[in-house]
């Protein structure tokens, strides 16, 4: 059996770090907003090289606590990209907001930044970008856009944590980035957690009321917010993870490459843009025999998932947005096209060449 990723290959190198820090916030009995909170702030930070950090409860809640933070509200228009994992979209219904989609690009699968600026009406407020599967979208474009209409820009970095644009991270382009911790990310916690990032304190500072009840403290109460608070435990492990990430996002583009070199010519594989820097939260490949594959490599005990089969304008929980088939032709061929296969750091060879020998002969005898 050949996962899609196996967290336990990570786990049993950094176990000693893990289980002593563990250890010390049940020692320390200190477990919501302690110290090691306090040190993953400040070390996504430095990462990123922006002011400020606040860890949150969930990806989800990173991108529900922003719209919130730059004043998102009922009837604002949104726009956002159809590909993506459903959470995106709920953040901006959270709110009240309209989602307004926009097709993605046929070679990353991001937002089509080309085409956002026929979608923005005079009730456009913000653009929630994705860097989707690792690859980031058009930064520079979107926030040429952003700038010339008086757009907020929001980044989802849940699946890019490390991935660059000419050497600057993702998440410090738009007003905040969000990051999800969900335990298979490239940086993963051993449950759900997450954070915003942004260089602009007076929104740092609202995120931080509103993620503790819209509370600065006290039992005082200045908005309506949640309860979303990245544990202790969880920011325990994050801090040394986050350590390892960059060795961790390298094994992976390894990995990439290398599955690139297999492949090429059998199937379409992942682009990477010049001047971009390609994470891998997923090593998706397209192919019109996608479903051949799919189910031969399922055969063998050979992880491989379909992100996404049905672009989001397409789901039945938000048909009253009015989306029709044939709307984002795009998004739509290729969620009929695109498979993701196993990719984490620890992935050997020889389990790669059972991955692409499996693909061979599943386009050979389909």
């Known amino acids: ?53 606040v860890g949150v409860a969930s990806g989800t809640d990173a991108l529900n606590l922003a719209l919130k933070a730059i004043g998102i509200k009922r009837d604002d228009e949104v726009i956002t990209t159809p590909f993506t994992f459903f959470a995106t979209v709920e953040a901006i219904l959270y709110q009240g907001a309209r989602p307004v989609f ?13 085409l956002i600026e026929s979608a923005i009406t005079p009730r456009t407020k913000a653009i929630l970008v994705v860097h989707l599967f690792g690859h980031p979208a058009d930064m520079p474009r979107i926030m040429e856009i952003a700038r010339k209409l008086n757009l907020y820009v929001i980044e989802d970095c849940a699946q890019a944590f490390g991935a660059t644009i000419n050497g600057r991270p993702v998440g410090t382009f738009g007003e905040i980035g969000c990051f999800s911790f969900y ?21 740092a500072e609202r995120v931080r009321m509103l993620r503790n009840h819209g509370s600065r403290g006290s039992y005082i109460h200045e908005s309506i917010g949640l309860n979303s608070r990245l544990d202790e435990l969880q920011a325990a492990v994050l801090n040394i993870k986050l350590k390892h990430i960059r060795r961790y996002n390298e094994e992976r ?32 490949i397209s192919s019109p025999r996608r479903d051949r594959i799919k189910e031969h490599l399922n055969s063998k005990e050979i992880g491989a ?26 998004a739509e061929r290729v969620s009929s096209e695109v498979l993701s296969l196993p990719m984490f750091p620890e992935l ?19």
């Open 253 to 284: 583009r390894k990995r990439a490459f290398y599955y690139n070199q297999r492949l090429s010519g059998l199937v379409k594989c992942p682009v990477e843009k010049q001047g971009y820097h390609h994470v891998y939260h997923q090593y998706t």
């Open 1 to 53: 059996m050949i996962p899609m990723v196996d967290l336990k290959r990570q786990y049993v190198q950094i176990k000693d770090e893990v289980l002593k820090v563990i250890n010390q916030v049940f020692e320390s009995s200190r477990y919501v907003l302690g110290p090691h909170v306090q040190a993953f702030e400040r070390a996504l930070t430095e990462f990123h090289g922006v002011s400020d950090a």
């Open 348 to 366: 050997t060879e020889e389990e790669q060449n059972i991955v692409c020998d499996s693909i061979e002969e599943a386009l050979k005898n389909g």
């Open 183 to 203: 335990p298979s990310k490239n940086l993963g916690a051993c449950g759900d957690g997450g954070a915003v990032i942004t260089a602009k304190p007076e929104l």
């Open 102 to 114: 926009v097709d993605i690009e046929p070679e990353t699968y991001n937002i089509n930044a080309e």
């Open 305 to 330: 998932v379909v992100y996404y089969p049905l672009p989001l304008h397409l789901q039945k929980a938000l048909e009253f947005l009015g989306y029709s088939e044939g709307d984002m032709p795009v």
